[in-house]
């Protein structure tokens, strides 16, 4: 290298106080303001099973609301709380938007798949184009159809029926 080359890299390059260099032209940094994505309402329906979930978000401070009770209250069980927050963690948008659920209909493990639904599809409502990739491919956004299997006639439910006796 020649002399001017050496001075021109001294020059982008400063060393902080530990010696490592770092350029004055930075990455957004995270105080930058949020992203399009996170500052709309959004609002749609999941379904689980027999349980029906409809799912209003707004953004806001991370609060959940389900038939006027909070999360922890309406789910004991972590895992259903855990169910019912996979989308926002899949996104990274924890704590971002407040949730408004009005659910019924199924179990709590149902009530759970379905404001999961709700709250994948809400999302995806608001921004397409950043969020479908992440949730399609995290199987966000497809309903569980499986349901319970009716009860046959002569069987004691849907597949069990009476000890087999050959004599």
């Known amino acids: 290298m020649t002399e001017n ?12 106080e530990q ?3 770092y350029t004055s032209e930075s990455e957004a940094s995270a105080d930058a303001p949020l992203k399009p994505a996170t500052i709309a309402p959004g609002a749609a329906t999941g379904r ?4 029906v979930a409809r799912v209003r978000i707004v953004p806001g401070t991370g609060v959940w609301t389900i038939n006027g009770r909070e999360l922890n209250d309406y789910f ?16 990274q948008l924890e704590g971002r938007f407040d949730v408004i659920a ?5 179990g709590s493990a149902g009530q759970a798949g379905a404001l999961r639904l709700g709250v994948a599809r809400s999302l995806n409502a608001i921004d397409v184009e950043a969020n479908r990739p992440e949730l399609k491919k995290a199987g ?4 569980d159809a499986r349901v319970v299997e009716r009860k046959k006639a002569g069987l004691k439910k849907a597949r069990k029926a009476s000890q087999f006796s050959k004599r």
């Open 102 to 106: 009005r659910i019924h209909g199924g």
């Open 19 to 21: 010696g490592v260099a």
């Open 140 to 143: 966000l956004l497809t309903r």
């Open 5 to 16: 080359a050496t001075a021109e890299v001294e020059e982008t390059f400063v060393a902080d």
């Open 76 to 91: 004991p069980n972590a895992l259903h709380r855990q169910i019912a927050n996979e989308p926002f963690a899949t996104l």
């Open 48 to 51: 689980r099973k027999e349980a």
